[in-house]
């Protein structure tokens, strides 16, 4: 089966600092930091350098305390500490409006890219009844017959529709050996559940950077991954393995066709998973979004 030819068009949410530009936080940026791991120290710190526009409502500081925000950094944005002069906040917040924007344009894109993929593919199949089973293009092919994952403590085999009908997949390069990646693994497990539960068409593969089968097994048991893992057996000699990046944790979202939507890396610099876990907080807001406004054209229409 031949590559399908389309180009997705989401850009990488580090342009801005790429550019030497950083925009002030948000309380959706500060809660991203907290869920990714970071102490309220640091955030506090990155707080003093960039500073903070827009204020918190009682939901917001309900969110950014379950996420691990400390009574001392509630207050301090509360009091106003890091936020921007007045004559700054209005600029400041047009710039963040016209990110947000530019983010939902691609996420639109993602998706209709994503759509012209599954027509493609489907005429392909219909038009090849009888062709024999493809070579391993696709990342479902390339985990094909691999997947294990954790069910009641113990490592069983997964069924390959884990992943098969999913648009993308985030593959999550960890180990339990890595300091790092224990305090981050928690912090995407709760993502997971809160959010990707809830995104039919997404999916993440656990691929272990372990010593052994058996580190891989309590690490997935203890951290209570709740997704699929690729057999630490068949790590070695998977196409997925070129995707890692240098160090760990690196969480990289592709579609089904292997192409790269997001990295904890670009090209030598670590930019870390939580950059990700934005890129797919930006694609779910397009998507849904969209919805809602099928929703009300429906509403109107009757």
């Known amino acids: 089966m031949r590559r399908l030819g389309f180009l997705l068009s989401i850009l990488s949410l580090s342009i801005l600092h790429a550019s030497g530009e950083s925009l002030p936080m948000t309380a959706k940026d500060v809660g991203l930091m907290l869920r990714s791991g970071y102490s309220s120290s640091a955030v506090m710190r990155e707080l003093s350098q960039r500073h903070f526009v827009g204020k918190i409502d009682y939901e917001q500081e309900n969110l950014l305390v379950k996420s691990g925000a400390s009574p001392e950094l509630i207050m301090e944005i509360n009091k106003g500490t890091y936020a921007l002069p007045p004559e700054q906040s209005e600029k400041a917040e ?63 085999a997964a ?9 993308l997949i985030a593959l999550y390069y960890s180990a339990k050996w890595c300091g790092p990646c224990r305090k981050f693994t928690p912090q995407l497990v709760d993502y997971y559940n809160r959010v990707i539960s809830q995104q039919p068409d ?31 057996s068949k790590i070695d000699n ?65």
């Not at 390959?160 to 999913?166: G, H, R, S, T, Y």
């Not at 990700?276 to 849904?288: K, S």
Request: proline content about 4%; charged content about 25%; overall charge positive.
């Open 238 to 302: 998977n196409a997925v393995r070129k995707y890692a990046g240098k160090g760990i944790p690196c969480l990289v979202l592709v579609d089904q066709t292997g192409r790269v939507i997001s990295n904890s890396y670009d090209g030598e610099k670590y930019l870390g998973p939580q950059k990700v876990l934005a890129d797919m907080d930006t694609i779910f807001a397009g998507v849904a979004a969209k919805r809602t406004a099928g929703a009300r054209a429906v509403v109107v229409g009757e």
């Open 94 to 156: 047009e710039a963040i409006v016209d990110q947000a924007n530019k983010r939902a344009a691609q996420a639109k894109e993602l998706e209709n890219a994503n759509a012209r993929y599954q027509a493609e593919l489907a005429a392909q199949r219909a038009a090849k009844p009888n062709a024999s089973a493809p070579n391993a293009n696709t990342i479902s092919d390339a985990l094909k017959g691999g997947l294990v994952k954790i069910d009641n403590g113990n490592l069983t």
């Open 202 to 232: 997404v999916e993440f593969v656990f691929v272990s950077a372990d010593h052994s089968a058996s580190e891989m097994q309590n690490y997935m048991r203890e951290a209570k991954m709740p997704w699929p893992a690729l057999d630490f």
């Open 159 to 167: 069924s390959d529709e884990a992943i098969a009908k999913k648009k």
